[in-house]
């Protein structure tokens, strides 16, 4: 086990819901106590030197990706050239991603440079259909190929990539899923992810093991040629408790633990005490927004400057709970602009409209080059992502 304390689902921040009190940053910080470590300099550096003609991730840099589990073991294998595969997903409850999304799997598709391997991407149309009452199963499988061309605008490596929907690999998993379930008691679940009894949808607490499964690289034996090989996950720090589970029983499976790189959330347009969330509309910038409604929703963005003109020239934004300056931390790619944007906005010479300015040209040309990449994406290109077929590693 990596650590004995029960994991705490009071925190801000638990699979299946993401929320602080009104007015403050989300704690992040919870996740410490459960065995994952913060990712230090030493380790940047390490990340650094791995490909010099590739820069360090901004999302690196400023702490975005702050956490890790067993990080500094996937570099030493990729150090003596020994094969580890990269697993993440996406539960679409829209038919489209959003901002916070794009960040996630454009980091991914960074690491699979960087590290030149595999990635499988899950979607888990099972899950959304079993935790959205609103969402019929036809929705979600739909929602699911919607979403499953979004990722693959975000430029994964066709020859490199496998996309599976649970609802069509099942079978594939299925040997994988029943051990795990067989090492998981109801009540670890149950206090793992807080489920209550009444009402809670036996789907539900039976859900686990589905995300966990492909941590194990026997459920892609035809992709891996039957290598028992290590994963690495990319995810907010949300999905951190499926994967604490899996290091968890990986010895009773006798198979290699995962390996986990957190990231901290794209804040919600309503305040940075939740996340950007695809269910709550008031909350989030769709990939599939028109140029009107990204202006719309960036002018609406809760300010870290209150007061008139004239006190804001006297005391400077809050840019801690500034959402716009906050997404320019995830979107902006230069330090040095971004630098200047930050002593400017908190000595109050630069005001809230003129940051959300700048904000807006970056996410229009963002959201306009992923609508242009996304165009490309045809059945033909969906079909290649999802075949099942030998992967190089
Ligand atoms: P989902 O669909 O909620 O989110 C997909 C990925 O995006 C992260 N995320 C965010 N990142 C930054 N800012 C945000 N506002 C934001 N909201 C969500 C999530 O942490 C996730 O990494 N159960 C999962 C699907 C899944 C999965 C996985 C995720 C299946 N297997 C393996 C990660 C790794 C889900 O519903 O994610």
Do not use: W
């Not at 065995?35 to 400023?62: F, M, Q, V, W, Y």
């Not at 259909?129 to 430029?155: P, R, T, V, W």
């Not at 379930?181 to 670890?188: S, T, V």
């Amino acid at each position: 086990m990596d650590s004995k304390v029960e994991y705490k689902t009071t925190s801000d921040i638990t699979a299946y819901k993401v929320s602080g009190d009104k007015g403050k940053a989300l704690n992040y910080d919870n996740i410490f106590q459960f065995g994952a470590e913060s990712i230090s300099t030493d380790l940047l550096e390490k990340i650094r030197n791995i490909r010099k003609d590739l820069p360090l991730h901004p999302l690196l840099s400023r702490q975005i990706v702050y956490a890790h589990r067993d990080l500094e073991k996937m570099l030493h294998l990729h150090s003596i050239g020994k094969p580890f595969y990269i697993y993440t997903g996406r539960g679409a409850s829209s038919k489209s991603l959003h901002l916070g999304h794009l960040n996630v799997f454009s980091f991914t598709k960074y690491l699979q440079d960087l590290f030149d391997t595999t990635v499988v991407i899950q979607m888990t149309d099972d899950e959304k259909f079993l935790f959205n009452d609103k969402l019929s199963l036809d929705q979600c499988k739909s929602y699911a190929i919607e979403n499953i061309k979004d990722i693959i605008a975000c430029g994964f490596n066709p020859k490199k990539t496998f996309i599976f929907q649970n609802t069509e690999y099942m079978g594939e998993m299925y040997s994988t899923v029943l051990q795990v379930q067989k090492c998981l008691p109801f009540n670890q679940i149950k206090s793992a992810f807080g489920f209550e009894l009444d009402g809670c949808n036996i789907g539900k607490v039976s859900y686990p093991p589905l995300q966990i499964a492909p941590c194990f690289s026997q459920c892609f034996s035809t992709q891996f040629n039957n290598q028992v090989m290590p994963c690495l996950i990319p995810c907010a720090v949300d999905q951190d408790v499926f994967f604490k589970l899996s290091r968890d029983i990986a010895h009773k499976l006798k198979l290699p633990k995962p390996s986990v790189i957190h990231s901290k959330f794209l804040p919600s347009l309503l305040g940075v005490h939740e996340k950007m969330s695809a269910s709550d509309e008031k909350s989030v910038i769709f990939m599939t927004d028109t140029p009107s409604q990204i202006i719309k929703k960036i002018k609406s963005a809760m300010s870290g400057s209150t007061g008139t003109l004239e006190q804001h020239r006297k005391t400077g934004a809050n840019l801690d709970l500034d959402v716009a300056f906050q997404y320019l931390r995830f979107v902006e790619p230069d330090d040095e602009k971004l630098n200047n944007i930050a002593d400017t906005y908190k000595k109050g010479t630069l005001t809230s409209p003129e940051v959300k300015k700048i904000l807006t040209d970056i996410v229009l040309k963002i959201v306009v080059d992923f609508q242009l990449a996304r165009a490309q994406v045809i059945d033909e290109v969906v079909a290649q992502f999802k075949c099942i077929r030998n992967l190089p590693y």
